[in-house]
């Protein structure tokens, strides 16, 4: 959809933070030995974990 006359494009900030997770999820995969990803390194990736398991091991 075009942005109306006489007004500059709008930026979508969650649109464009998903994007560069996206980013960096392909990046990981590229470099990774093994032929998929773990799940905890997805989270990694991410930057997020299960917060109760970690909290958990802190403790």
Excluded: K, Y
Aim: glycine letters at 12%; a negative charge; charged letters at 25%.
């Amino acid at each position: 959809m075009a942005p109306a006359q006489g007004r500059g494009a709008v930026q979508d900030h969650v649109a464009l933070a998903e994007i560069e997770l996206c980013g960096d999820l392909i990046i990981a995969a590229s470099t990774a030995d093994e032929e998929r990803l773990s799940a905890d390194r997805i989270d990694e990736v991410l930057g997020v974990g299960n917060v109760f398991g970690q909290a958990e091991r802190e403790g």
